[in-house]
């Protein structure tokens, strides 16, 4: 599975993005989707999650704002940003697991990721 994140930019605090992650392969539907994220000095951390059946899991950071839904016959992953924080600036980067659900948090499970796509927020 090749995947590929867009949609990333530059937004003022309080206002709304949407990104997207498109993948290859017909498997795309077998697989649980992530999104995790990257500020500058910072280690990468989990921001959400897709199952293969839509069942969706949040960082507590996020709840409330971000929402993700899948489109199996697009092959595509989105994650809605609303009420954004200039502490969601950070590089996004989608990723695929075939593991469990159980791990879906867990970076390592992830075997295929996107490149990332810039998210800045201003304050």
């Known amino acids: 599975v090749q995947l590929q994140a867009s949609g990333g930019g530059l937004v003022q605090a309080g206002g709304s993005l949407r990104l997207s992650c498109a993948a290859s392969?017909?498997?795309?539907?077998?697989?649980?989707i992530g999104w995790f994220r990257q500020a500058p000095g910072k280690e990468r951390e989990f921001v959400s999650a897709?199952?293969?059946?839509?069942?969706?899991d949040y960082t507590d950071s996020v709840k409330g704002r971000f929402t993700t839904s899948r489109d199996n016959a697009k092959n595509t992953v989105d994650l809605q940003m609303n009420s954004l924080k200039p502490e969601d600036t950070a590089v996004y980067y989608c990723?695929?697991?075939?593991?469990?659900?159980?791990?879906?948090?867990?970076?390592?499970?992830?075997?295929?990721w996107g490149q990332g796509t810039q998210v800045t927020v201003s304050s």
């Open positions: 990723a695929a697991t075939g593991d469990s659900w159980w791990d879906k948090r867990v970076q390592a499970r992830y075997k295929y």
């Open positions: 897709i199952s293969r059946l839509a069942t969706t």
């Open positions: 392969g017909r498997t795309f539907s077998s697989y649980h």
